[in-house]
């Protein structure tokens, strides 16, 4: 593991981690972490609940004591430094306001020069007249800006971000995720903010670190972890993806049921025999019309149709393998033009370079 991570290690480290181990008890939560976060970049710390992301950010932030490793921030070992002298300003997703102080005190808590350095904070992210208020009498939203606004007041040489956008409405956190990306983008402050929310990491980073039970699967773009996951839990974790058990028959070829299929990205050279699962994103299925574009053209029948708004997860059941379903993302509208309601028969085409074997 620890290999894979350094040689996807990111250009240009602005902080370095090697080797972070933590245990809570006899419980290890983080085991060997290295990872390089690169200068000026927004990383995000992407997993599943109790995966020990926060924990790391605690570590980095010098708020957790790791138990081994190396944390060296702009050239300088911080590994055992206390909190308070490190340079990072941080959000929880809690906002952490002072309830009985002004926002303007909320911000210029720490600031030297108070009334010059709040104004310019406050205008900084969009409530320049805010200053008089308490946090009460503000949205969460706008709780939350106050506290984007504190974190920065230092000019910290690196943001840490915990869930900041947990604990608003959907509409607030789609704001306020384009809001937090384009500011740190003007500034060009280091930036590492932990989510579960796969959108969210996504949409926002330059890099994301996909961590499961203590350690690192990924490190890539948001398109490399999405489109080339290196390992099943990545393609199962990040966006959603159809699993078919298939059989390899020799020659990059393989056998779903009675079907046999021109393998995928990774199939040749496998022993004929060998039991491998292929991993096919739901929007990457090919239907009808466009289905013999691509070699591996099945029939199929429709199980279930889920209606998600923007588009249907429709499962669908292949003919010449009934126990394997297959989701394919389309339209209302794409499904009504082509008259598909359960039951209905329809051809699918399962383009070979987008099925990976993992
Ligand atoms: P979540 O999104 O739920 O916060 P996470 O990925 O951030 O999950 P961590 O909070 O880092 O996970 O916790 C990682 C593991 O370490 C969890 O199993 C958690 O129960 C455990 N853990 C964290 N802090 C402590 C602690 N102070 N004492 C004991 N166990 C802890």
Known sequence: MQAVERAEALPAAFLSLTGITKRFGRFTALDAVSLDVPRGGLVTFLGPSGCGKTTLLRIIAGLETQDQGRIVQDGRDVSRLPAIKRDYGIVFQSYALFPNLTIFDNVAYGLVNR???????????????????????LSGGQQQ????????????GLLLLDEP????????????????????QRLGVTT???????????????????MSRGHIEQVGTPQQVYREPAT????????????????????GRVRVGELLLNGALGSEGLAPGTPVKLYL???????NGHASDHANVASASVQKIEFLGAFCLVTVTLAGAPMQSIVVNLSRHSLDRMSLAIGAALSIGLPRDCMRLL
Request: aromatic share 2%; glycine share 8%.
């Open 115 to 137: 009334r010059a350095g709040v104004a310019e904070l406050l205008k900084l992210v969009g409530l320049p007249d805010a200053g008089g208020h308490y946090p009460g009498q």
């Open 232 to 251: 099943a839990f990545v393609a199962d974790f990040v966006g959603k993806v159809n699993v078919i058990s298939a059989v390899a028959q020799g020659e």
């Open 165 to 184: 956008l947990s604990a608003l409405d959907a509409l607030e956190r789609l704001r306020l995720r384009g809001e937090i990306r384009a500011l740190q």
């Open 192 to 210: 590492i903010m932990v989510t579960h929310d796969q959108e969210e990491a996504l949409s926002m980073a330059d890099h994301i670190v996909v």
């Open 145 to 156: 800006r106050i506290a984007l606004a504190r974190a920065l007041a230092t000019s910290p």
């Open 281 to 287: 994103r739901p929007e990457d299925v090919m239907i």
